[in-house]
């Protein structure tokens, strides 16, 4: 039967305008951060490429935590690490509810990268499933200091195994150049040095990058920390009316907002390069010298351990070198061997060492090249893999 022109008309309209009001009602509803329907899962951790520190060689503990509506009484959910091998049972979640938002702990072999499945349910019926495609159960280390930690290498580096990677807040990614937090838009040893970590250790290496170029030790002091004379570079200190100096506090802070969302033991190690800017500046009135250098590295050490709550290990580096007329400081370097001898910190590199071509510009840079940067990671590695050997074995 044909409906008369006007009729037709007046249906078309209607419908159109039907479809114009869902449309604006989805709208509203995205715009007002409104519910999903009964049954969405969506994951907020772990994210992609995520390192979770391992508690012992073998074993790690991963939160699962998102939302998800629609539960009841009555709904389950579950989870599993798919790895190697793909018939992977699924495991039973202790959950805590607040709404909709969910968190649970998942015990989980070291190891990865495995892809992480989780599902609800309530009796037969699946309310929602979600998955993350690369997580790690591995070893994550804590970056700072100044440029050398940083991106300012000659040349960008890739990671090889694919199983290094890096980040900021809640966001991680594949740990190439240039890293996520940390300064500058060059190379960094991270890459090579991660390799390094997982071709010993058969696990996934995560790192937090918080470098800042060409900062003193002075600049990394918690806010109103004190000291006689300024670095060269005045941005994050300030004079006092007393004629003395102090820090503004702001890398302590986005340093301390970096180690926090890990919680107690949620990292291995702070890897700490840093003291050209305190060494041999050209305005000599510029430079620090070592015991104030010694008592104020101590301090960044000591209260940064106090604001997340646990004795954090730290290795510090020797690190002095400008130019090949400068290689070195003597007194800098004694200031970071005693953190060393004194049971504060754990021995790093010396990259002091790492010369000649090494360095960007056919040898005539502060910052390195790539061969350089690859010295680098081998040097650091070097020194923290015997040092973590140590610590599995001893872990319970």
């Known amino acids: 039967m044909k409906l008369p022109l006007l009729a037709c008309s007046l ?5 159109a305008w039907s ?15 409104a519910a999903e329907p009964d049954g969405t899962l969506r994951l907020t951790t772990p994210v992609d490429y995520q390192v979770t520190q391992r508690e012992t060689a073998d074993h790690g503990r991963l939160v699962i935590a998102g939302e998800l509506n629609g539960a009841d009484a009555a709904t389950t959910m579950e989870a599993r690490l798919i790895g190697e091998k793909d018939d992977v049972a699924w495991s039973k979640l202790d959950v ?3 709404g909709p938002k969910f968190s649970a702990i998942l015990d989980a072999p070291a190891g990865g990268w495995f892809r992480a499945e989780v599902r609800a349910s309530s009796g037969d019926h699946v309310l929602g ?43 991680w990614q594949l740990a190439n150049d240039p890293q996520p937090g940390a300064s500058g838009k060059g190379g960094s040893f991270l890459p090579p040095f991660g390799d390094a970590m997982v071709e010993k250790f058969g696990v996934p290496i995560g790192f937090v990058p918080c470098g800042i170029g ?34 503004k506090g702001e890398a ?64 510090v580096a020797q690190v002095s070198y400008h130019l ?14 005693s953190l060393w001898a004194d049971g504060i910190a754990l021995e790093g590199p010396d990259s002091d060492a790492i010369r000649g071509t090494f360095r960007q510009n056919n040898g005539q840079g502060v ?22 050997e140590q610590q599995l074995k001893s872990s319970p």
């Open 252 to 315: 302590f802070a986005a340093f301390i907002d970096r180690m926090s969302p890990f919680g107690p033991h949620g990292f291995r190690a702070v890897l700490w390069h840093q003291g050209e800017s305190d060494a041999n500046q050209r305005d000599l009135t510029r430079t620090l010298p070592g015991k104030l250098y010694r008592e104020y590295l101590e301090q960044v050490i000591e209260d940064s351990r106090r604001q997340i709550g646990w004795p954090a290990p730290w290795f």
């Open 214 to 247: 060409a900062t003193s030790v002075r600049e990394w002091l918690p806010n109103g920390a004190v000291f006689p004379n300024p670095p060269t570079i005045e941005r994050r200190v300030q004079q006092r009316p007393d004629g003395q100096w102090e820090s």
């Open 19 to 33: 479809q114009l009001h869902a449309a604006d009602a989805d709208s509203v509803k995205r715009e007002l951060g």
């Open 11 to 15: 249906l078309a309209a209607v419908v």
């Open 129 to 171: 499933e979600a998955s993350v495609e690369h997580v790690g159960i591995g070893e994550v280390f804590v970056v700072a200091g100044q440029s050398n930690s940083a991106n300012h290498g000659e040349e960008k580096q890739m990671t090889q195994t694919g199983r290094v990677a890096s980040c900021l807040g809640e966001h």
């Open 96 to 98: 805590s509810f607040d």
């Open 367 to 388: 910052h390195f090249s790539g061969p350089g940067l690859r010295e680098h990671a081998a040097r650091w590695a070097e020194k923290v893999a015997p040092w973590l």
């Open 324 to 337: 090949p007329s400068d290689e070195e400081s003597p007194d800098i370097r004694a200031a970071q061997a």
